[in-house]
């Protein structure tokens, strides 16, 4: 069946850099979408990244952009988000998420239908 496992989170100040790996079994990255949300305390959950794994085209959040880049590695099964310049307001726990089968919709906006249990970012000031 289908897992996602999320890895790489953690406490770091701001201005630092973390990436979060999403480790996939069950499918293969090769048609697929693929996105990474967050949800902070109080908040609803926010889309931040995604990534179709067969064209690799990508979208972001406008808080993100330019700080935040999603890949993937298809040898490992893997996607990534590779986050820089972090805020404070970053702070959220971090889910990966997978649309599997694509629905030939656009990765950012489709609904993901497999979740990651989170990996929890805290950015200090």
């Known amino acids: 069946q289908v897992q996602l496992v999320e890895s790489g989170g953690g406490s770091v100040q701001a201005g630092g850099s973390l990436r979060l790996s999403c480790a996939a079994s069950?499918?293969?990255?090769?048609?697929?979408?693929m996105g990474w949300f967050r949800q902070a305390p109080g908040k609803e959950r926010e889309r931040v990244a995604s990534?179709?794994?067969?064209?690799?085209?990508?979208g972001y959040a406008d808080s993100v952009k330019g700080r935040f880049t999603i890949s993937q590695d298809n040898a490992k099964n893997t996607v990534y988000l590779q986050m820089n310049s972090l805020k404070p307001e970053d702070t959220a726990m971090y889910y990966c998420?997978?649309?599997?089968?694509?629905?030939?919709?656009?990765?950012?906006?489709?609904?993901?239908?497999?979740w990651g249990q989170g990996t929890q970012v805290t950015v200090s000031s």
């Open positions: 998420a997978a649309e599997v089968p694509w629905s030939g919709s656009w990765c950012y906006q489709v609904e993901y239908n497999y």
């Open positions: 069950g499918f293969t990255l090769r048609r697929n979408c």
């Open positions: 990534i179709s794994t067969g064209a690799g085209t990508t």
